[in-house]
Every structure is written in structure tokens, then in C-alpha cells.
């Protein structure tokens, strides 16, 4: 049984930050990408950021400069240091994991998601 748990969410003026985590546990051999996906009222889930085992990492071009992404891999866990944020961040944000399950499965799982409010 793996999970993936967030958290950090909440309410914040603009031009504030927050930062979320994810923490995975379970059965976890390794990890192979883990990345931050959102999701607003009326739009499909859109990729925020991403970062692999070897720390490469991608940004979703409308928070590049202002999100980063990282993780500590001993720890299983991954952070989102959201600054400058704006109305328009305003989304439920989703961890996901790309994962090694024991030593053959290979799977794909999904946080519960945290709810962040960005007031203009």
C-alpha cells in the first residue's frame, strides 16, 4: 500500500507565498519522477512542475521564475515553494508519484489534493 499525502494548502493574498509538500510512503522501492499537478473550478488537471530522480525538473510556462519544485529523496517527499502568487494559481494542487512498488511494479499514484486560495 503506497500513499502520498499533502500539504500546505490554504488561504493567502496575492503576491504571497506558500509551500506545499508530499510526503510518499509504503512499500517504495524508488521513486522514479514525482510532480505537482492543479486544478481549477471548470478546467482539466494541468501540470504545474516536475522533477526527476536525477533532479531534472520541468515548470508548466505560467509559473516559471515563480514556483520551484524539489525533493529529498531520503525522505520520499517533495516540496512546491509557490511565490508571486497570483489569483489565477488559485486550484486544488495534486501530488503524483511515479513509483517502484517492491521490485516490479511499476505504478502511478495520486495525493488527495490541497486546496490553495490565492485573494486579489
Known amino acids: 500500500q503506497v500513499q502520498l499525502v499533502e500539504s500546505g494548502g490554504g488561504l493567502v493574498q496575492a503576491g504571497g507565498s506558500l509551500r506545499l509538500s508530499c510526503a510518499c510512503s509504503?512499500?517504495?522501492?524508488?521513486?522514479?519522477?514525482m510532480g505537482w499537478y492543479r486544478q481549477a473550478p471548470g478546467k482539466q488537471r494541468e501540470l504545474v512542475a516536475g522533477?526527476?530522480?536525477?533532479?531534472?525538473?520541468n515548470y508548466a510556462d505560467s509559473v516559471k521564475g515563480r514556483f520551484t519544485i524539489s525533493r529529498d529523496n531520503a525522505k520520499n517527499t517533495m516540496y512546491l515553494q509557490m511565490n508571486s502568487l497570483k489569483p489565477e494559481d488559485t486550484a486544488v494542487y495534486y501530488c503524483?508519484?511515479?513509483?517502484?512498488?517492491?521490485?516490479?511494479?511499476?505504478?502511478?499514484?495520486w495525493g488527495q489534493g490541497t486546496q490553495v486560495t490565492v485573494s486579489s
Open positions: 509504503g512499500s517504495i522501492f524508488m521513486i522514479f519522477s
Open positions: 503524483n508519484s511515479d513509483l517502484l512498488v517492491g521490485l516490479t511494479s511499476r505504478r502511478n499514484y
Open positions: 522533477i526527476f530522480r536525477d533532479g531534472g525538473t
